[in-house]
């Protein structure tokens, strides 16, 4: 076993001693709840909750293509709360830099769409966005691309955006159901087997390919959670730790048992 005890003190050490330098972290939108972005799946605020008013029959709709053809406005309405550019990174994101500074970060793969890795300061390549993002679009039946001024333009106020060559409609380069990931998420994928050490940060392990990546590091490399819940098969390895609650909370205690409290306070106030 590599940790003395589950705790983040042993985490910590682990760190410390220099035996953690493949980093690799994977993260879902409870880490951006603090920022002002619902997650999908908490019962009360998550945004699945929440989309009633959108006249949806099942609200994973408004990330299915085939709705998404038929009518794209719901996707708009939810696309002009989520776009990127009025939210600021959480004590989490920032942490995530942190590592990356420390040339601890061996690769982070985000289920998030809210770009908000990249304002932290996480270099772009150890970044995989393994949902797509709101940083670019394109027409879904020519594929040729939008430009950025005009989409947002579209998005502040709801309104669908169409091609300027085919009339087609635009979609941002976000993964819906049934779409493949990005071939960089197949490409990286191995980094997950070659961690020395994982954080599993605010998701809670529902959608495929992604939920099985905590699973492909070897059984004995540390993984540490930062949840509101336990998911996946995170606490049945002897080296599991389990950190419930806010994962900000969670994150200053391991900032802080590593003697990177100050630092991390310091960047997030930037
Ligand atoms: P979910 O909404 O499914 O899960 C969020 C998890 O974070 C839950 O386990 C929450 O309990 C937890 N959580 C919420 N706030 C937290 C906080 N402050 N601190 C710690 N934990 C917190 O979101 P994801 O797992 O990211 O797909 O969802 C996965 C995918 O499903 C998304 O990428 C999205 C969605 O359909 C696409 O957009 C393609």
């Given at each position: 076993e590599n940790l003395s005890e589950r705790s983040l003190p042993a985490v910590a050490d682990y760190i410390k001693s220099g035996k953690a330098r493949k980093v690799v972290v994977l993260t879902g939108a409870g880490i951006s709840t603090a920022a002002g972005i619902p997650d999908f799946r908490?019962?009360?605020?998550?945004l699945y909750a929440n989309l009633a008013a959108l006249e949806l029959?099942?609200?994973e709709d408004v990330f299915s293509l085939p709705f998404f053809k038929e009518n794209p406005k719901p996707f708009y309405v939810l696309a002009k709360d989520l776009y990127p550019g009025k939210f600021h990174p959480t004590i989490s994101h920032v942490f995530i830099s942190l590592l990356a500074t420390k040339g601890l970060l061996y690769q982070l793969f985000t289920?998030?769409?809210?770009?908000l890795e990249r304002a932290a300061?996480?270099?772009?390549?150890?970044?995989?966005?393994a949902h797509g993002s709101f940083a670019s679009q394109r027409c879904i039946d020519c594929k040729t691309p939008y430009p950025d001024d005009k989409m947002r333009e579209h998005v502040s106020r709801a309104e669908v955006p169409h091609c300027e060559k085919c009339n087609g409609l635009v979609k941002p380069d976000i993964v819906f159901f049934h779409e493949n990931l990005p071939s960089l998420f197949f490409d990286r994928r191995h980094m997950a087997e070659e961690a020395d050490l994982i954080l599993v940060l605010g998701?809670?392990?529902?959608?495929h390919p992604f939920a099985g990546l905590p699973d492909?590091?070897?059984?004995?490399v540390p993984r540490v959670l930062f949840n509101m819940e336990r998911v996946g098969s995170?606490?049945?390895?002897?080296d599991d730790v389990l950190v419930l609650g806010d994962c900000d909370t969670g994150v200053r205690q391991l900032a802080s048992a590593l003697g990177w409290r100050e630092e991390l306070e310091a960047e997030w106030r930037k």
């Open positions: 908490s019962p009360e605020t998550g029959e099942e609200p289920q998030n769409i809210d770009c300061g996480v270099p772009a390549d150890l970044i995989v966005e998701t809670s392990l529902t959608v492909l590091a070897p059984f004995e995170l606490g049945s390895q002897p």
